[in-house]
């Protein structure tokens, strides 16, 4: 039998489950989970009972790292012996990890962002160079179906040369208001979601059209979110955060940790080790990001970008449309609205609406022609069936052939996070900021 690849993790919070999920299920013959790393306890010891109930499987070896033991992460892959290194702790720690990991002689793969400022992002690449170790960035938007088949069509000539992007994403107040409940409500540990939640939309564009940015132009508000934006409206909270806050009853942005096990035994029972409230008030204090963001950008190879992202819609999705000298492709991808519950007719309504709206459609508009939808595979799983697909190509010996390359590289994580923290600078200075002016991608 060949020896399954082994894997420690490090950042224990909610993204650290699909790949958990993954390990000790589909691709346990191939791979080993060996370790688990955080600043919490109780994080790691509810994700060991997890996967015994579920997986039958002997809890993993926990390492907590705190201001007493800083060097838990090295006893782990002392102690471990891990392959590879699989990092989903706070976005402003990854860089921390992944060079160490590397110089400790694993390779890494990455959540997104890979990291989130230019300081950050130079310590990786000197990692990179200095051990010659492996980085993969996972994106799973790259494997979902409508995103590939926009992939396919470009590559086959559908457009000819692409000439131009337009691209507008927005979620919705349930999945928006999540940022601002969370540590990424805080610039210097997110990079805002221009570095966060937009690296996968900026990396969708790199890939679709086989280009780096050159320049960028941005501009961003808190325009919804925050205390003197609610004030502006005429709504005041007196409350900083939900849980246990008999005044938030009844508020439509509210979360009650204790009323899900997951949130409760990752987060809630957590507090008292690491002091990180997961259910802040959104229209609360000291939030640093912004809410309504807005970025043009020319690519090496001539192509322009007009990028718009918003955190406060009604109903969630993307539209992006490539123009190029033979056409034109639009995609449009609507992944249903908000419900806030407020009774089990109206969920029924709600859930019937988004049952009617929720979809993917691309029309391709030759220059000369008739338009025409082109079809789009169905698939199941997490991000629209995007995850299961990237899972195999990461965990399985054997990924069936790529024709689309959708597999990320350092190189790639770099070259999405560069446009937002372009556009970040874009902000801070109201200047046009050239890319390679910040950092020098191959």
Same mark, same amino acid.
């Given at each position: 039998m060949t020896a399954r690849t082994r894997y420690a993790l490090v950042g224990t919070g909610g993204r650290a489950k699909m790949f958990i999920d993954?390990?000790?299920?589909?691709?346990?013959?191939? #791979?080993? %989970?060996?370790?688990?790393? +955080? %600043?919490?306890?109780?994080?790691?010891?509810?994700?060991?009972?997890?996967?015994?109930?579920?997986?039958?499987?002997?809890?993993?070896?926990?390492?907590?790292?705190?201001?007493? +033991?800083?060097?838990?992460?090295?006893?782990?892959?002392?102690?471990?012996?891990?392959?590879?290194?699989?990092?989903?702790?706070?976005?402003?720690?990854?860089?921390?990890?992944?060079?160490?990991?590397?110089? %400790? @002689?694993?390779?890494?793969?990455?959540?997104?962002?890979?990291?989130?400022?230019?300081?950050?992002?130079?310590?990786? =690449?000197?990692?990179?160079? *200095?051990?010659?170790?492996?980085?993969?960035?996972? =994106?799973?938007?790259?494997?979902g179906p409508g995103a590939t088949k926009l992939r396919e069509l470009v590559m086959q000539g559908a457009v000819g040369r692409p000439l131009q992007v337009d691209f507008s994403w927005v979620l919705d107040v349930r999945h928006g208001a999540d940022y601002f409940r969370r540590w990424h409500r805080e610039k210097d540990k997110s990079g805002g979601l221009l570095v966060h939640k937009a690296t996968h939309h900026f990396d969708l564009v790199n890939w679709w059209i086989d280009s780096y940015p050159a320049q960028v132009f941005a501009m961003g508000e808190l325009k919804f979110y925050g205390r003197a934006n609610a004030e502006a409206r005429g709504a005041r909270y007196a409350y900083a955060r939900y849980t246990g806050a008999p005044e938030a009853a009844g508020d439509p942005f509210a979360l009650d940790l204790s009323a899900d096990e997951t949130l409760r035994g990752l987060y809630l029972d957590a507090e008292a080790e690491t002091g990180y409230l997961r259910d802040r008030n959104v229209f609360g204090d000291d939030i640093t990001i912004e809410d309504t963001m807005h970025l043009?950008?020319?690519? *090496?190879? @001539?192509?322009?970008?007009?990028?718009? %992202?918003?955190?406060?819609?009604?109903?969630?999705?993307?539209?992006?449309?490539?123009?190029?000298?033979?056409?034109?492709?639009?995609?449009?991808?609507?992944?249903?609205?908000?419900? =806030?519950?407020? @009774?089990?007719?109206?969920? *029924?309504?709600?859930? #019937?609406?988004?049952?009617?709206?929720?979809g993917e459609r691309i029309t391709v508009y030759p220059q000369w022609g008739t338009p025409f939808d082109a079809p789009i595979p169905?698939?199941?799983? @997490?991000?629209?069936?995007?995850?299961?697909?990237?899972?195999?190509?990461?965990?399985?010996?054997?990924?069936?052939?790529?024709? =689309?390359n959708r597999a990320a590289s350092h190189i790639d994580g770099a070259a999405s996070i560069l446009m937002g923290i372009s556009a970040n600078r874009s902000l801070a200075t109201g200047a046009l900021v050239n890319v390679a002016d910040l950092f020098q991608l191959p």
């Open positions: 993954a390990i000790l299920g589909p691709y346990r013959e191939h #791979a080993e %989970l060996v370790g688990l790393c +955080d %600043l919490s306890q109780v994080r790691m010891d509810w994700h060991n009972r997890t996967l015994t109930a579920r997986y039958g499987v002997a809890p993993r070896p926990t390492y907590r790292v705190t201001s007493d +033991d800083a060097r838990a992460f090295d006893r782990m892959l002392s102690e471990t012996r891990p392959d590879t290194v699989i990092v989903t702790s706070m976005d402003c720690t990854h860089h921390i990890y992944i060079a160490r990991a590397m110089d %400790l @002689g694993c390779d890494v793969i990455s959540e997104k962002p890979m990291t989130i400022d230019l300081e950050k992002l130079r310590a990786i =690449f000197d990692a990179i160079a *200095r051990t010659g170790k492996r980085l993969t960035v996972t =994106f799973n938007y790259r494997y043009m950008a020319r690519y *090496r190879n @001539g192509v322009m970008l007009s990028y718009s %992202l918003i955190a406060y819609c009604p109903w969630e999705g993307y539209r992006v449309a490539i123009t190029g000298d033979a056409g034109r492709v639009e995609l449009d991808v609507n992944e249903g609205g908000a419900v =806030f519950i407020a @009774g089990q007719e109206e969920a *029924r309504r709600l859930e #019937a609406v988004n049952a009617m709206i929720k169905s698939a199941e799983g @997490g991000h629209g069936g995007a995850d299961p697909v990237m899972l195999e190509h990461i965990f399985s010996p054997n990924p069936p052939p790529d024709p =689309f």
